[in-house]
């Protein structure tokens, strides 16, 4: 009777090792990263290598808000790239490259500067003088504050393509914001609010910032993001510079400084 009892037992016991009951003998985990950790800790040889670690695993739950976004992001690369049609010569649009590249080197910032230096140089009267400070300080504000949110994203092309001498010498190296875009809305506002022009000009200036932002993205240089993002960076720019606008005399007291200084 006592060797009957004690089979039972046993079989009893054996019943729990069967697999389809070993979930009842792990305690509950609500975190399975520690689990997994602890268990490890107690066993590790009975760890499998091959298993992937809880970061490389699918996630089965992502939220809506995930989703959204890494849609949004795709759709911007798949659509960036099949406007890349300027990116090499045997693109689909590789004959009219030069044309597109001479087009966005209108829109360059040391362009820009370089000519608004020349300029400044000639002007002789304090009205002519004074919007050419404005322009100059608000081309510099441009230049380093792009640079400085580029570097800080560091967001590459939508091609693996190298900046060129020009850009590096503008501090122009990554795709977000896009500082072709930029520069051109801020100039084409800057213009249109200081310059009285005829509506043809007006219409053909507003054109010219368009085609410079869409420039960059034919060559491949920047998402279509980068750019839309860029053009609302360029009027915060007008913005800014409009509200720190410098008077006619105190850009005759900094033109007598810059003078005084390179002639002595």
Known sequence: MPLSRSRAKDRSGSVLGRPEFLSLNVPARSNSRAWRRAKSQQNPASENPADPPDEDCMLLNPSFRGIAINSLLAIDICLSKRLSVCVHSSSSWGSVRSAVSL?????????????TLLCLSRSDTPAGQELLVNLLIALI????????????VRRRGPWDLSPGLLDRAALDSYSFPAAHASRAAMVSRFLLAHLVLAVPLRVLLVLWAVLVSLSRVLLGQHHLTDM??????GFLHFALMETVWLSSSSCQTLLSIWTFSWTH
């Open 141 to 152: 504000l441009d230049v380093l504050t792009v640079a400085g949110v580029q570097n800080l």
């Open 103 to 115: 087009l966005a080197l209108t829109g360059h910032g040391l362009s820009w500067i370089c000519g």
């Open 228 to 233: 839309a993002c860029g053009f609302g960076l």
